[in-house]
């Protein structure tokens, strides 16, 4: 079914969910929900330490984190030498945490935002 516009509408599973438009020409419900699931894996070994679903957004993909290095740390006694992880972990907060609290050395790329192309002010400013 398309819409006078001639795109597809937009098929909610309840009448009471209304389609939002979106500023790329989509649409979506409104009440949609986003989650991530992270993993703590032994990359030596290849086995899966931990499992936490989180919100998709970066502070709880770090809280995340946190929580499976605590869990796995109390649950079998194991605490991660290492931390890989994508940009999502690569805050400030998030490394300060993995350097000098837990003492585990992160290999993340940094959120690096000294050189800003936004209108806002960049490090060399």
Wanted: charged share 30%; hydrophobic share 35%; proline share 6%.
């Amino acid at each position: 079914m398309t819409r006078p516009t001639g795109r597809p509408a937009t098929w909610c599973q309840s009448s009471s969910r209304r389609p939002i438009p979106l500023p790329n020409g989509r649409e979506r419900c409104a009440d949609q929900f986003a989650y991530s699931d992270n993993y703590l894996i032994d990359v030596k070994y290849g086995i899966i330490m931990d499992v936490e679903a989180s919100r998709a957004i970066r502070q709880a993909e770090v809280g995340a984190a946190k929580t499976m290095i605590e869990r796995t740390e109390q649950c079998f006694d194991i605490k991660p030498e290492r931390l890989a992880g994508d940009t999502a972990y690569g805050s400030g907060a998030n490394l300060n945490w993995l350097v000098n609290e837990a003492n585990i050395a992160p290999h993340i790329p940094v959120v690096d935002k000294s050189k800003r192309e936004d209108g806002t002010f960049s490090r060399e400013d």
